[in-house]
């Protein structure tokens, strides 16, 4: 698999060599790699925004005599496509920040648990780790390094959404059902086959790469003071040029808006199903994680569209993924989506509406995972923020549409 | 050994920390604040267990003493400082200095909502179910003052009630999906019949591709039973057919009750947990309408004749003919959900399990052919019904092996929460009820039957036999008041060495089967019991290695946690305290019986005397008191 050059970026997609932060790290002790990763304020890509160097530290610190590095990459968010480009162009990227976690952290065995929708890669993906196994990137004193043994599986996810989660995940590495477990304990603690385990996403590991290569200093120079560095975002919807695209952190949603040549926008849907969606008016906010966070999904919607046929649509996708495990998510989605149907038929009263807002609320801080805790942010938002829209009838509350 | 290890999948290890043993070590307390209460726990305490011992009441639902954390609910959440979302008590261990709130507005509300869910997804309606007043729904709906149905409620059923099996019903439309059954089965008893199949708002309890109960490896214990919060799983309930018997006047209605039932059913009537009812629930099933009321305890006896004497012959045939290939250690076959598990995951081991009958089918061949002898009843019109606390003994009363008399031996199995209910049904009072004696011509039986309710009592009741057959000399003489220590108590597996330092005769009614005891003196005897079929697997899997346990004689199994007093008839709820409660019931009134032996009953003697002629294992006890066993495997076609 060749590495295609023909994508700009200041930092993912900046020049990278195969091997070139392996062979610099085994020259470095342990500590001064975290260190370098801790400058540089990474913090996780997948939407969480977990600080990566603490959590390597965390895995690095716990005394086992298995440790394991995950590279997430059942990118399920819908909205999201920016680790397929990662894994299908940049793999050298992906594969050398596992090998770099694996040093930092004492892990001998990193896992891509790769989305069953992208098994038309790992033939490839698996040649291309042969490779590396060939040029002493991976097996056994890896880059000449005496005792640093590393080596990666990639193991297919089926297709569930909740195992973008990493404990689920787990799960399912494990052959269980996919079901979040009970945080704490950690999987820095208590992962993979109850060892300690950093589960990572795929465009964390990829920045890890650059990072170690050209400093923590450097990764700081881009994006915001919350939110070092770059970030990939997947833009589709109603736009010219939809795709893959490196911005700094920071960039506001006008200026992405620019970039993809969209007109007569209504709303950005921020962070996919599970993110928030943005009215024209709120247009000036800033992709961040202190402001409008995502792990790279951005829709666009133009005038055209219906706020509350997209509402449906992500309550749908809701009631459909829950694991069905805890009871905020298992039935409130249900409700949600009830609610969404009521609105929709004009059979509704506000004051059930108002109930449900609560509901909603409600899930956010009792369910069990972060599905569950999210999936209610589209609802509140979008009646939040396009009332007008949704309930523009004047008949108190008897919507006919 | 606690009944929350021995999980099957590694993953779903219980999640708790390990506690310190020395707490009044650094580190081995933390300090925490309740609703801004310091209290001080030891590490690894979950917030509810924290809370509880602070006299703190969190609401639960997935939680259950006997089982290892799910946190699925949700609703047990409360607040701890520092963190954006709430957290359930139930799942959280105290590992560091914690502040947290319980009853918050946020925390109160959530639960509520969660609550309100449950309910809407809820099909049917209080007054139309058998937990009525006894649901942990239901009582959480009153805890949170649920006045109506805030998101709607389910107005047609989703399901069908699977009733394929003997044992256990299951009406997945009253399911809250707690996954206490897929605990109790996967790391109580290592079956792993019942798992969630699905997901989102589709996801469901079933079985392995979705197949009735009755087709699956399922051992019928009825665990899953006594630990749903509601009413989704229920034992398969003849009381309709039974009253029919009662109010049919050509039909003689008996029944025999089971040692355990009477050490519980007053529970059922608002007691706690510890009181024996005997004589109450004798006069209470008379005024019911049945013609007689026996005591399974006669059988429970004669089992030990039976079962004691097939030992004795294959340690003969073993130790002294050198005969090849005899089956030891001989595991006890009283326990129906034991047997079956043993026929589905271990069915090599079919010739070790005792051919005796339990004493539930050995009864029902003795009715339905001596009792209707001697009183001149025909057997056809006999009807015999077994009170158990035990939703197995419904699946075993129907094997098709067990008609020895011609009949089938037992027509129905009734659980103590089934009996409770025909109780009330007839207006009686259970308490009120005067004390009355069992009917001839079985009689009171032995202290001896009335122990194998708990953990270790068929092994005791053995012990109390052998050694005074054996040695000559009086149990007590051995063991302070007969009490055989041993082998009581809940530890998972117990394992006990008998030394037979001296021997006597050898008793008239065994002189058939062995010249003299030379070949015990100073022999050994290794005897080994177990409850809950995980601490089952334990002891299998170490006899397929050769471990200790191979090398034992005689093994008590029990498919029950806590043996039969907690068996899956039983009033809901269980816990491990209730059935202390309940055993310590058991054992008191063993005490205070005149008789504690088996051997020494004279119904027993009369019986080998007038009807089994030649003896324990003899021809005519081996067609109607010894059965034979079915290997099923573990793989289902």
């Known amino acids: 698999m060749e590495m295609k050059k023909n994508r ?198 990829a920045a890890i790469s650059h990072i170690v290569v050209k400093g923590g200093k450097w990764y700081q120079k881009y994006g915001t003071d919350k939110s070092s560095g770059s970030k990939l975002f997947s833009v589709s919807g109603d736009c010219k040029k939809p795709g ?56 666009i919607f133009n005038e055209s569209r219906d706020m509350l046929h997209i509402l449906k649509n992500f309550m749908e996708f809701f009631v459909e993924e829950s694991c069905g495990q805890c009871t905020p998510c298992r039935i409130g989605n249900v409700k949600l989506l009830e609610g969404v149907e009521m609105i929709e038929s004009g059979n509704y009263t506000f004051s059930y509406i108002t109930k449900l807002k609560e509901l909603g609320q409600s899930m956010q801080v009792a369910s069990k995972c972060g599905l569950g805790q999210s999936s209610p942010n589209s609802f509140l938002s979008i009646l939040e923020n396009f009332r007008d829209e949704i309930f523009n009838n004047g008949n108190g509350g008897v919507n006919v549409r | 050994m606690s009944d929350k290890e021995g999980r099957a999948p590694e993953s ?49 639902l997935c939680h259950h003493d006997d089982l290892c954390t799910a946190g699925v609910c949700r609703v047990c959440v409360v607040e701890v400082e520092g963190m954006r979302t709430l957290q359930a008590a139930c799942a959280y261990p105290v590992t560091n200095p914690l502040k947290i709130k319980t009853s918050t507005p946020l925390v109160r509300k959530a639960r509520k909502h969660i609550i309100d869910l449950l309910i809407s997804e809820h099909y049917g309606e209080c007054y139309s179910c058998f937990r009525n007043n006894n649901c942990e729904l239901q ?68 079985t392995f591709m979705d197949k009735p109960l009755a087709d699956v490896i399922c051992i019928n214990c009825g665990q899953c039973i006594n630990r749903c919060p509601t009413g989704a799983l229920r034992a398969n309930d003849p009381r309709d057919e039974i009253w029919a018997a009662i109010d049919d006047p050509n039909k003689h209605v008996v029944m025999q009750t089971a040692p355990s039932p009477r050490a519980a059913i007053a529970e059922e009537f608002g007691i706690p947990a510890g009181k024996s009812m005997t004589g109450e629930m004798n006069t209470a099933i008379r005024r019911l309408g049945f013609d007689k009321v026996f005591d399974t305890n006669f059988t429970a006896d004669l089992t030990i004749m039976e079962e004691g004497t097939e030992l004795i012959i294959r340690l003969f045939q073993a130790l002294v003919e050198k005969k090849e290939g005899v089956a030891l250690p001989q595991f006890t076959s009283c326990s129906p959900g034991w047997v079956k598990y043993l026929e589905h995951f271990y069915p090599e081991y079919i010739p070790n399990l005792s051919s005796a009958k339990s004493p539930q089918q050995m009864f029902g061949a003795l009715i339905k052919t001596y009792y209707a002898k001697e009183n001149n009843i025909d057997p056809k019109d006999v009807v015999s019904v077994a009170l158990m606390p035990c939703a197995a003994k419904k699946f075993e009363c129907n094997r098709p092996e067990m008609t020895d008399s011609g009949y089938k031996d037992v027509d129905f199995g009734l ?6 209910q025909m109780i009330k049904e007839g ?84 002189k058939a089967l062995v010249p003299n005891w030379d070949w015990l003196k100073g022999a ?114």
């Open chain 1, 8 to 205: 700009q970026g200041a930092v993912l997609f900046s020049d990278y060599t195969r091997g070139k932060s392996i062979e610099k790290v085994v020259g470095m002790p342990r500590g001064d790699v975290l260190a370098e990763v801790k400058e540089s304020k990474l913090k996780g890509r997948g939407g969480a925004g977990f600080p990566t160097a603490t959590k390597w530290m965390l895995t690095a610190a716990a005394v086992a005599e298995k440790k394991y590095i995950i590279c997430n990459a059942d990118e399920g968010e819908p909205g999201t496509f920016k680790d397929r480009v990662l894994l299908d162009e940049y793999p050298a990227l992906v594969f050398d920040g596992m090998v770099i976690g694996g040093y930092v952290t004492g892990a001998h065995e990193g896992i891509l648990y790769l989305r069953g929708e992208y098994s038309y890669m790992k033939k490839g993906l698996e040649n291309y780790l042969e490779e590396m196994r060939k040029d002493n990137l991976l097996g056994v004193n890896i880059a000449g390094k005496e005792g640093f043994n590393f080596d990666i599986n990639i193991k297919m996810g089926s297709g569930a959404y909740i195992c973008g989660e990493e404990t689920a995940l787990i799960e399912s590495l494990e052959g269980q059902r996919g079901e979040p477990r009970n945080k704490p304990p950690f999987p820095v603690n208590t992962g993979f086959m109850g060892c300690p385990t950093a589960v990572n996403n795929v465009e964390t590991l």
């Open chain 1, 244 to 299: 893959v695209f490196e911005l700094p952190w920071g960039t506001t949603i006008t200026d992405l808006l620019k970039l993809v040549d969209a007109d007569n926008v209504k709303a950005v849907q921020v962070g996919g199903a599970s993110g928030v969606c943005i009215p024209k008016s709120q247009f000036d906010r800033k992709l961040a994680y202190e402001d409008a966070a995502t792990g790279g999904s951005i829709m």
């Open chain 2, 12 to 60: 779903q290890k219980p999640l708790v920390v390990e506690k310190p043993d020395d707490t009044s070590k650094i580190g081995g307390m933390v300090s925490m604040e309740i609703n801004e209460r310091k209290v001080q726990v030891p590490l690894g305490t979950t917030i509810l267990e924290a809370c509880r011992q602070n006299d703190i009441h969190i609401p639960t």
């Open chain 2, 139 to 206: 009582s959480l709906a009153k805890e949170y003052g649920v006045d109506h149905y805030n998101f709607g409620h389910v107005q047609k059923p989703r399901y069908e009630i699977d009733k394929s099996s003997f044992s256990v019903v299951r009406d997945l439309d009253k399911c809250v999906l707690c996954k206490r059954c897929v605990r109790t089965c996967i790391d109580l008893q290592e079956v792993g019949v019942l798992e969630a199949i699905d997901r989102g708002d589709k996801t469901r309890i079933d």
């Open chain 2, 415 to 420: 659980t103590t929460r089934e009996l409770a």
């Open chain 2, 427 to 510: 207006g009686i009072h259970l308490p009120e009820m005067p004390q009355t004696h069992f009917d001839d011509p079985f009689g009171d039986a032995s202290g001896a039957g009335l122990i194998f309710g708990a953990t270790g009592g068929v092994m005791e009741a053995a012990i109390r036999t052998v050694v005074e057959l054996v040695t000559g000399k009086k149990a007590e003489d051995l063991f302070e008041n007969a009490n055989v220590m041993p082998v009581r108590g809940f530890e998972g597996v117990k394992y006990a060495e008998l030394p037979i330092p001296v021997v006597g005769p050898v008793p008239e009614i065994l």
């Open chain 2, 524 to 637: 050994t005897l290794k005897v080994a019991v177990c409850h809950g079929t995980a601490n089952a697997k334990k002891v299998m899997d170490d006899i397929k290695a050769g471990g200790k346990f191979s090398e034992c004689h005689f093994i008590e199994f029990m498919a029950c946690p806590g043996g039969c007093l907690g068996g899956g008839g039983q009033p809901i709820p269980t816990t491990p305290e209730i059935r202390k409660a309940r055993a310590k019931a058991i054992y008191t009134e063993d005490e205070s019986l005149p008789l504690r032996k088996s051997h020494e009953n004279e119904h027993v003697a009369s019986i080998y005397d007038k009807f089994l002629t030649d003896g324990p294992c003899g021809h005519i006890s081996h067609k109607l008191l010894h059965t034979h066993y079915t290997p099923r495997g573990k793989y289902i076609d």
